[in-house]
């Protein structure tokens, strides 16, 4: 074949594959492109809080006191002269017999202890005794531990460990205001969602976790050093963290 025709074949080939449309190519063309789906919102964690000021209603009052003698008779005898003392001042201020009671009685003979040679042998045995006292007045048992000097005047010698620290308080009622908490601060962290999702133009949606949190009993008043379980006066509160779906 003459050279100029093999080059017009080889062209017009070429034009009829240029101008077949590929197929592939139409396909793809025609596909929708589907819609970009709105960024989903962060979540929204709110605390709420609910308190109350109440005021202990059960007192323990731990009253520790020691007898010494050159006996165990002459301790045991000065022992009961103490308690003695206690209850008619216990009974002098209004607590009945049920109030209180003996918890335990401990006897030393330090002659039988490592320093038994500087033991004087006036003081050779040492009781001690505990009488706790339980009661719903929560004042009077205060008043009545403020009061203890009556009983240094009848001769009671108190011991000096913790144990005598006077009377603690505590609030038993916690379940009667649980329920009504719990709503309070669900309510209040529910407030707090709000205000915020409408200073950002979001919308509060459910509840996507909660945590109802630990109703906690306190002093009222917080003085550093002191127990807070010998103040009268408590505060209970309660904190629910919520976290919210928030929308547009």
């Known amino acids: 074949m003459p050279e100029h025709r093999k080059n017009d074949s080889i062209f017009q080939g070429y034009r009829r594959r240029a101008g077949r449309p590929r197929r592939g190519f139409g396909r793809l063309s025609r596909r929708r492109i589907p819609r970009q789906k709105p960024a989903r919102l962060p979540d ?36 009961e002269t103490s308690e003695n003392a206690v209850k008619s001042f216990l009974k002098g201020r209004g607590f ?10 401990q006897v030393e ?10 033991t004087p042998e006036t003081t ?21 531990s403020r009061a ?30 649980k329920g009504e908490m719990l709503t309070e601060a669900t309510k209040r962290a529910r407030e707090a969602a709000e205000k915020f999702a409408q200073e950002s133009g979001a919308k509060v949606g459910d509840i ?17 050093n002191d127990r807070p379980e010998k103040q009268i006066d408590k505060n209970v509160r309660v904190v629910t ?8």
């Open 44 to 79: 929204l964690t709110v605390k709420g809080l609910s308190e109350r000021d109440v005021k202990a209603d059960l007192g323990f009052w731990p009253i520790r006191f020691v007898a010494t003698g050159p006996t165990l008779e002459a301790a045991r005898s000065a022992l």
């Open 96 to 105: 009945a017999d049920t109030d209180y009671g003996v918890q335990n009685i």
């Open 109 to 118: 003979d330090r002659m039988a202890g490592y320093n038994a040679q500087a």
């Open 124 to 144: 050779r045995f040492v009781l001690t005794e505990d009488i706790l006292v339980k009661s719903s007045d929560v004042q009077k048992l205060a008043d009545s």
């Open 148 to 177: 203890v000097g009556d009983l240094l005047k009848s001769g009671v010698v108190f011991s000096s460990d913790a144990y005598n620290a006077g009377p603690s308080f505590v609030f038993t009622k916690i379940a009667d205001l």
């Open 208 to 224: 996507q976790s909660a945590n109802q949190g630990i109703i906690e009993v306190k002093a009222a008043v917080d003085i550093p």
């Open 241 to 248: 963290t919520i976290t919210y779906f928030l929308g547009n």
